[in-house]
């Protein structure tokens, strides 16, 4: 099984920058595609990036482009997702996902982390 471990939510006032972190242990699978979602209370949860482990191709949700790098050290078994200018919306739990492929809907992963809280003060 795979287990996925985010690290790195935080306060961040809106403007700053912050770096999320997620951590893959037990069986993984480099072929596999890598991830965040977020979740803002009272919503569901966004595709927010994504990322090939083997090509290093990356998706980004429209609201994240251009401010937002998703990486992947498969050495580490780590992704990261550098967040720049960051907005007060962006309060959200992250999480880290991990399936076959790159999807934009939550329900076709397979593995999620337990989530990391990233608020944005205005």
């Known amino acids: 099984q795979v287990q996925l471990v985010e690290s790195g939510g935080g306060l961040v006032q809106a403007g700053g920058s912050l770096r999320v972190s997620c951590a893959a242990s037990g069986r993984t699978f480099n072929n596999y595609a890598m991830g965040w979602f977020r979740q803002a209370p009272g919503k569901e949860r966004d595709f927010v990036a994504g990322?090939?482990?083997?090509?290093?191709?990356?998706y980004y949700a429209d609201s994240v482009r251009g401010r937002f790098t998703i990486s992947r050290d498969n050495a580490r078994n780590t992704v990261y997702l550098q967040m720049h200018s960051l907005k007060p919306e962006g309060t959200a739990v992250y999480y880290c996902?991990?399936?076959?492929?790159?999807?934009?809907?939550?329900?076709?992963?397979?593995?999620w982390g337990q989530g990391t809280q990233v608020t944005v003060s205005s």
């Open positions: 996902v991990m399936g076959p492929t790159v999807y934009s809907r939550a329900r076709d992963y397979d593995y």
């Open positions: 990322i090939n482990l083997n090509s290093g191709r990356t």
